[in-house]
């Protein structure tokens, strides 16, 4: 996989799933197909997805992470959240079945929509933003609503935009091959800044 980001703005999230919690750092890309993540987070993260399933009916091939598609049901979902707004991403929603591929003989392969690679942040491609709307204002800022309200112990977490919100610089130029090279520019953004659209991805 070869990404490469002409101006990616990154931002501090929240993810969590079963026995995995972690604040991490990640880019929204539009042009990456799936949910990329540095090698040190992946393991704990798919294994506390799809548990012992993991080792039986799961298979990295290349960077990207493959399961028996009947699988999913059984998996646990991750839960990003920015500044308090949670979204909830769930196997069942981003497999995708891989055709004319199968697993252990006789099991049909399912794209997991989750990646790995060196690289130093978390990148939240397409199986991220379909579960979002991200709305584009005059002045260049965007903001990352959630599509779907999740209920939490009779809370529900609704859509909202935010006015101020802690920040962290952005980066541009950033050519993610096994390492990245950053620019550092000086404006502040809100959480929630997409990427700028990319001009190469694979």
Do not use: Y
């Amino acid at each position: 996989l070869i990404f490469l980001l002409t101006c990616a703005f990154l931002i501090l999230v929240m993810v969590a799933v079963h026995t995995f919690q972690s604040e991490v750092t990640a880019a929204l890309d539009t042009g990456t197909s799936f949910i990329v993540i540095p090698p040190g987070d992946f393991q704990q993260v798919t294994t506390a997805m799809f548990g012992a399933r993991l080792k039986d009916s799961c298979v990295v091939d290349s960077t990207e992470l493959l399961c028996a598609c009947g699988i999913a049901e059984e998996a646990n979902p991750l839960d990003i959240r920015m500044d308090g707004v949670l979204f909830r991403l769930h196997p069942r929603e981003t497999f995708e079945i891989k055709a004319q591929v199968l697993l252990n003989g006789d099991q049909q392969a399912c794209r997991t929509g989750f990646a790995t690679q060196a690289v130093p942040f978390w990148i939240l491609g397409d199986p991220f933003l379909r579960q979002a709307v991200v709305a584009h204002d005059v002045r260049g800022n965007v903001t990352v609503f959630p599509r779907n309200q999740v209920k939490l112990d009779d809370t529900v977490l609704a859509a909202r935009t935010f006015s101020k919100l802690s920040w962290i610089p952005q980066f541009c130029g950033v050519l993610l091959l096994s390492a990245a090279i950053c620019f550092r520019r000086s404006r502040p953004f809100r959480t929630g800044e997409a990427a700028e659209r990319p001009l190469l991805s694979a």
